[in-house]
């Protein structure tokens, strides 16, 4: 019999894999928690949690009640649109206060925080999804309260902007770096690219250069003093294929962005136009980031002027020290206004992430300002980043890559191959009986040297733990739990006939 009912071992990992797959939904927030008891019990508090959807505000008012009483003077309040027209909010403690009328949302401040001075100012948090559902609703929230978003545990501020087709909303994820707020899910791409981390030994500076004979290392070349990467030199008709050399790492690129092309400017010589979409697939296909720098100056750094300067990109070397996308940006534009980041999916797998510079922040003097850096750009050696342009990996994709344990082995595959793999241990008794049958144990007498000997036992026992065990893990763990189950159905028959035993002796 390959087990016997004596097996407290495989009794007990049984139990514990039915445990685990139990209390996969055991969690749950605070909130919902006392809703739902709330709402079981009839309550008043119920009733209003049900009617105005206060859980949609559990981010909100969670965030509220980390804050410090009075942050930076003004009462913190969490506030949701509801689909009546209404506005819940809540304060530190969990008290709720929903107006709808002008004179309603004067009190508000009066309700929550009836302690607060006269005048005290409002800090807004609101639900993220109270700026998708009902953005029109924020024309109707007291006046003068500083507005945030709420995403995830982080709050950002709103920025709002009066346009000629309404009001466009904005986040500003960063001092520099403003996320345009349109669809949810274009949104939260953005904010998570925004957010993306940057290692720097990852990022490769690519300096394209006609008729250079270098290609891509794998591993990036770094300033011993500052530590940022050093460029790395390569023809341009060869950069699509050497992307696959830096796998999985993020090149940066400067050249002029003319529709499908990109137009590099060698030291000497005429301008050379790319292909954008070729680069484009061949990045794709090496998961690499591809951030376009552009510039209408598309110099390449690490070459020379016609004044043998170095050529070197504005405010790069900042950005480069920095450990998010969002801080990159943030440094590169810092000093010249603020840039407007907005996505576009591309595919599952890639998005498009383009930060332009924000022109309704933009008088006179900035635009001339920014002429005159182009103008000089070729006196000075220093490339001006006009935007830029990312094509990188979706944040479903880069999840993907980074829960790989073995890289170019697909995540949900190798999950699979670890859990049938376990099942295949815990059945393992199974296991072993039926890889008896299908391959028997060597004999010694078979072979003519011990060397041969062994050679087919190792064989046969990593062809038994690392192909046959995940393989017939599945059966094995259904066997086991059938005779655990069995197991536990005889015991009646087993006392009983232990009882009648005990009696005749």
């Not at 004067?106 to 005290?120: F, I």
């Not at 939260?188 to 690519?206: F, K």
Request: with cysteine; hydrophobic share 45%.
């Amino acid at each position: 019999m390959p087990a016997s009912s004596s097996n407290p071992v495989l009794t007990v990992l049984v139990m514990l894999c039915l445990s685990f797959a139990a209390a996969g939904g055991a969690d749950a927030h605070w909130l919902t928690k006392l809703l739902k008891e709330a709402g079981e019990a009839g309550s008043d508090a119920g009733r209003l949690g049900s009617r105005v959807g206060i859980a949609a505000m559990e981010d909100a008012a969670g965030l509220v009640m980390r804050l410090p009483k009075h942050a930076d003077g003004d009462l913190p309040l969490a506030a949701h649109a509801t689909p009546e027209g209404h506005w819940t909010f809540t304060n530190r403690e969990g008290a709720a206060f929903t107006a709808a009328t002008p004179d309603e949302m004067a009190q508000v401040a009066k309700a929550l925080a009836p302690e607060a001075p006269e005048g005290t100012g409002l800090s807004l948090y609101i639900s993220e999804e109270s700026i998708f559902l009902r953005p029109a609703a924020l024309n109707d929230l007291p006046a003068g309260g500083r507005l945030n978003v709420v995403v995830g545990k982080s709050s950002y501020e709103l920025v709002r902007r009066s346009e000629a087709g309404g009001s466009q909303l904005f986040v500003k994820v960063r001092d520099n770096v403003l996320v345009a707020v349109s669809q949810r899910a274009v949104f939260d791409e953005a904010l998570w690219q925004s957010g993306r981390r940057l290692v720097r030994a990852d990022i490769r500076v690519l300096s394209l250069r006609p008729g250079s004979s270098k290609g891509l290392a794998t591993a990036a070349r770094f300033d011993k003093a500052r530590k940022v990467p050093l460029a790395d030199e390569i023809d341009p008709a060869r950069l699509a294929g050497e992307l696959v050399n830096i796998r999985g790492q993020t090149a940066v690129v400067t050249g002029r962005i003319d529709g499908d092309l990109l137009y590099v400017l060698p030291s000497s010589g005429s301008e050379k136009a790319l292909s954008l979409a070729e680069i484009r697939k061949a990045a794709a296909d090496a998961d690499v980031n591809l951030v376009v720098l552009h510039s209408n100056k598309p110099l390449q750094p690490g070459g020379q002027n016609w004044l043998w300067q170095t050529v070197k990109v504005e405010r790069l070397g900042e950005a480069l020290e920095k450990s998010s996308f969002g801080d990159f940006l943030d440094a590169l534009a810092g000093g010249r206004g603020q840039f407007v980041v907005k996505a576009r999916a591309e595919s599952d797998a890639r998005v498009l992430v383009e930060a332009i510079p924000d022109n309704a922040n933009r008088d006179i003097v900035d635009s001339v300002g920014s002429w005159v850096g182009d103008a000089v750009s070729d006196v000075t050696g220093h490339v001006v980043s006009e935007g830029v342009q990312a094509f990188m990996t979706s944040e479903t994709r880069q999840k993907e890559l980074d829960e790989r344990i073995v890289p170019g082995i697909p995540s949900e595959w190798q999950f699979y191959y670890l859990g049938a793999a376990i099942m295949g241990v815990i059945g393992l008794s199974f296991a072993r009986n039926w890889w008896g049958r299908i391959w028997p144990q060597e004999q010694r007498s078979e072979y003519k040297s011990a060397f041969g000997y062994h050679a087919a036992r190792a064989v046969r026992w990593a062809m038994f733990v690392f192909v046959f065990v995940p393989l017939v893990g599945p059966v094995a763990l259904m066997a086991a739990l059938a005779f655990v189950v069995f197991d536990w159905l005889m015991m009646p028959v087993r006392a009983i006939k232990w009882l009648i035993g005990y009696r005749q002796t």
